[in-house]
Each structure stands twice: as C-alpha cells, then as structure tokens.
C-alpha cells in the first residue's frame, strides 16, 4: 500500500481529523519578544524563544511526516 493513499485514506475519516485538530490546538505557540521586560533577562527570553521555535518546527515536521500536510492546511 501506498503511503499517500493511506494518508488519503485516514484524512477522510472524521475521527481522524478529530484527532489532527485537537493536535493543532496543543501546537507551541510562539512566544513574544517583550525588549522591556524587567522580570526576565534579554538572554533568558532568547534562549526561551529558541527551545519554542524548536519546538514548533518539531511537531510541524511530525505533523506533515504523519498527514503530508503542515498545520496551516488544516484550517
């Protein structure tokens, strides 16, 4: 069997599209850059943006390895 056509095949079934939206609400966010700040140091903020973005861009991937589509598509 096909990959694209078992991808096909579970996009069209409404538990699994249940399943693909509620993952697209628990996707990382990213955080804002706040350059005034007093309670969190320039350098924390960067290194939380950082493991954020890696974060994201992780199940971005994942998302599309398991669907071929990104997040985005979903809407």
Sequence with gaps: ???NTLRKDYWNTESFRMILREAVESRPEMLPYLPNDGSREKEQQIDEWLSQSAEQAG??????LITGHYPGEMK
């Design 59 to 64: 199940f971005d991937k994942c998302f599309k």
């Design 1 to 3: 069997m096909n990959l």
